[in-house]
C-alpha cells in the first residue's frame, strides 16, 4: 500500500459493563453492589409493615440485575467481532477509543466507521471533519439510533460503496464558539455556555441590534442534528409547564434539518432582576449572523458540546464568545432506503 492508501478508522466506546467493572474491580463486587442498591430502593418503597417480613434476596437476584449490563457488552462484542471479519479490504484497520480522538491523526483519505449509540456520531464529528462517517448500530433492540442508519451486517457495503465513490451522503451543519484569542470549538448537536456548577450564569447577550444582561442557568445552541436532542427536552419542558398552569399556546418543538445552515438557541431558566432582564430568550442564528456573549463570571464559566464536559473553553470575566454555523460540515454516509 502506498502513503496515500486510506485506513478503516473503528471508532469505539466502552460499554457499561467495562465503566462498571472498571470502577468496582471485580465482576462480584459490582453484582453486590447493584443489587444492594435495588434492594435498599425496593425498603424505601414497601409498606412499614411489610418491611418486617421481606425476604432476603440471593445470588439469582444480583445476577438477574447484572444481567442487563452483560446482555449490551455480549451484544457489542459480538458486533465488533463480525466488523472486524468484514472490513477485511485489503486496507488497516484501526481500532480506537473515543477517548484518543483528540489526539488522533487522521489521513486525508481515512474512512471512519463508528460503533455506538448516536453520541459517539457526535463526539467524532468534530474531530473527523470531511472524512466519510459510516455510523453503525452495533445493538438496535436496545439503541433507537437516529444517526445510525447502518446495521453492523450493511457496514461492509457502506465502507466498499465509499471505496468504490457511489457512497450518498448526508451533510451536517455544525456549530463553532470562538473567544478572541482564537481558541475555539465546534458542536455536532449542541453548545453549552454557562456555568460549570448549579450556580447562575451572569454574562450580557447579542444578537444582532438587541443586548441585554442575564442571570440563567446558561445558554443552549443547538445544530439541526441536535434539535432532537437536548433542545427537545427543553421544549417539552415549556410545554409542560404550560400545561400545568394553563399558559402558553403549547406548539410543538421546533426541529430543524441536519444540513439547515441556521441554528437554533434557548436561554434556560432566565431570571429577571434589577441586574437581569429575560428579553433575549429564545430564537434562531441565520447564516452569516452570530450569537455573541459576554461573561460576568468570576469563575467556573464554561463552554462544552455534545455533553462532553472535560473538553471544554474557559469562560470567565473578560471573555467574548462569537457562534455562529461552521465552515465546516460533518460528513455521514447515507443509507440506500
Do not use: C
Not at 465482576?27 to 434492594?39: C, S, V
Not at 446558561?218 to 433542545?231: D, K, N, P, Q, Y
Request: hydrophobic share 45%; proline share 4%.
Amino acid at each position: 500500500m502506498g502513503s496515500a492508501d486510506p485506513k478503516i478508522i473503528v471508532v469505539t466506546r466502552k460499554t457499561r459493563l467495562t465503566e462498571v467493572l472498571e470502577r468496582f474491580q471485580t465482576r462480584g463486587q459490582a453484582m453486590f453492589l447493584i443489587a444492594r442498591a435495588h434492594e435498599i430502593e425496593a425498603v424505601r418503597r414497601e409498606p412499614a409493615q411489610a418491611k418486617g417480613r421481606r425476604a432476603i434476596r440471593g445470588a439469582g437476584a444480583e445476577e438477574e440485575d447484572f444481567s442487563a449490563y452483560q446482555a449490551e457488552d455480549d451484544a457489542y462484542r459480538r458486533s465488533l467481532e463480525r466488523l472486524e471479519r468484514e472490513l477485511d479490504f485489503g486496507l488497516q484497520v484501526q481500532k480506537v477509543d473515543r477517548s484518543f480522538l483528540p489526539n488522533l491523526v487522521f489521513g486525508p483519505a481515512d474512512i471512519v466507521v463508528t460503533v455506538g449509540q448516536d453520541g459517539l456520531v457526535a463526539n467524532t464529528a468534530k474531530y473527523a471533519l470531511g472524512h466519510p462517517m459510516v455510523a453503525v448500530n452495533p445493538d438496535p433492540a436496545r439503541i433507537d439510533g437516529i444517526l445510525l442508519p447502518f446495521g453492523t451486517e450493511e457496514a461492509a457495503n457502506a465502507v466498499r460503496a465509499v471505496l468504490d465513490g457511489k457512497a450518498r451522503y448526508r451533510e451536517v451543519t455544525l456549530a463553532r464558539a470562538e473567544l478572541a484569542d482564537g481558541q475555539a470549538l465546534l458542536a455536532f448537536n449542541d453548545l453549552f455556555i454557562g456555568n460549570r456548577t448549579h450556580v447562575s450564569a451572569r454574562y450580557r447577550i447579542e444578537l444582532g441590534r438587541l443586548t441585554e444582561p442575564q442571570s440563567s442557568s446558561g445558554v443552549l445552541v443547538s445544530t439541526g442534528a441536535g434539535s432532537t436532542g437536548w433542545l427537545s427536552s427543553v421544549f417539552n419542558m415549556a410545554a409542560g409547564v404550560g400545561r400545568a398552569f394553563h399558559v402558553g399556546s403549547g406548539g410543538a418543538p421546533v426541529t430543524l434539518e441536519w444540513q439547515d445552515p441556521r441554528l437554533a438557541f434557548v436561554v434556560r431558566e432566565p431570571f429577571v432582576s434589577r441586574q437581569s432582564r429575560a428579553e433575549i430568550v429564545a430564537g434562531l442564528i441565520e447564516p452569516g449572523r452570530e450569537l455573541v456573549i459576554e461573561s460576568f463570571m468570576t469563575s467556573n464559566g464554561v463552554i462544552f458540546s455534545d455533553g462532553v464536559e472535560a473538553d471544554f473553553l474557559e469562560f470567565n470575566t473578560g471573555t467574548i464568545a462569537h457562534i455562529r454555523a461552521a465552515d465546516e460540515r460533518a460528513k455521514l454516509v447515507a443509507a440506500d432506503r
